[in-house]
């Protein structure tokens, strides 16, 4: 044990240049429940740390901020070969209603928001929410059919432009 | 283990400045600390968080994530982030004289 004056006590260095400038994008292009969460806790931990995030959801990612979508997110142990659950079973009929709810409780009991709500914490932290021009398109959606925190439709190339200098994860 | 002496008290901290006896805390430690991490002042809103974290954290025996201090605690993240800029959850726990949260959400 060692005594420490006022001066030379330890003292965190949480606003130091390690994070300053660091930037992250999230590319989230699955639509199922499992694959939703892990682009929403890592943007999540990212704006803890005050690094500039954004998400950017394409193709079946789209069901994650599609209004009608977005609190209905399934999980299929069909193909699956983590559930070890014998594939004749993974796709008897209401098997994935039943994997679903057992997730979505598993989710909860660690005090995990639903999708909707993991939205509106990582908006309230400063994160950015982006929409894939292309995947709009196909599916016939608008800005108002998207959650409100999406900040626009964008294209391939906005991203690319928009990501520049960024770590970029593609989910 | 180090011993500070932080507002005229000796207090005993790990290797990054955290106090680590819960019950060696108080207000006059808790405005030097917030000085360290770049707040200048401990208005009655923060003091408010610093306590509920404290409250949450005797307990439960663990420090409360972000998203607990506003889903339990009651307060506004968008607030929370003005508070405590930049690094909240951190600067917070910090602050209020119990550990880092481990929680990933």
């Known amino acids: 044990m060692t005594t420490a004056t006022a001066s030379e006590r330890p003292k965190p260095r949480f606003d130091d240049e390690d994070t300053s400038g660091r930037k992250l994008c999230l590319i989230c292009s699955k639509g199922s429940l499992d694959m939703a969460y892990p682009g929403l806790i890592l943007a ?61 409780k598993q989710i909860a009991a660690l005090d995990v928001p639903p999708v909707p709500e993991f939205l509106d914490l990582i908006t309230a932290a400063g994160g950015h929410l982006w929409a894939c021009r292309m995947s709009a398109d196909m599916n016939k959606l608008t800005q108002d059919d998207l959650y409100d925190g999406v900040e626009g439709i964008i294209s391939a190339t906005d991203f690319i432009e928009l990501s520049a200098g960024a770590q970029t994860l593609f989910i | 283990m180090t011993v500070a002496t932080i507002a005229g008290h000796n207090v005993r901290v790990n290797e990054e400045g955290f106090l680590t006896e ?23 809103e923060h003091v408010a968080v610093l306590r509920f974290l404290r409250e949450d ?6 420090t409360p994530t972000l998203r607990r201090v506003s889903s339990v605690g009651g307060f506004d ?5 003005v508070l405590f800029p930049k690094k909240p959850a951190k600067k917070m726990s910090y602050v209020a004289g119990v550990p880092k949260p481990v929680g990933c959400v």
């Open chain 1, 44 to 104: 999540n931990a990212a704006l803890g740390e005050g690094i500039e995030t954004h998400l950017f959801f394409t193709f079946w990612g789209f069901e994650i901020i599609n209004k009608k979508t977005m609190g209905a997110l399934q999980f299929s142990p069909v193909g699956n070969p983590a559930t070890h659950m014998p594939t004749a079973v993974s796709g008897l009929p209401g098997m994935q209603a039943v994997a679903t709810n057992m997730m979505r």
């Open chain 2, 22 to 44: 819960f019950d060696e805390w108080n207000e006059a430690i808790a405005a030097e600390l917030a000085k360290d991490v770049g707040i200048d002042e401990l208005t009655p």
């Open chain 2, 57 to 62: 954290y005797q307990a439960n025996g663990e």
């Open chain 2, 77 to 81: 993240t968008k607030r929370l982030f």
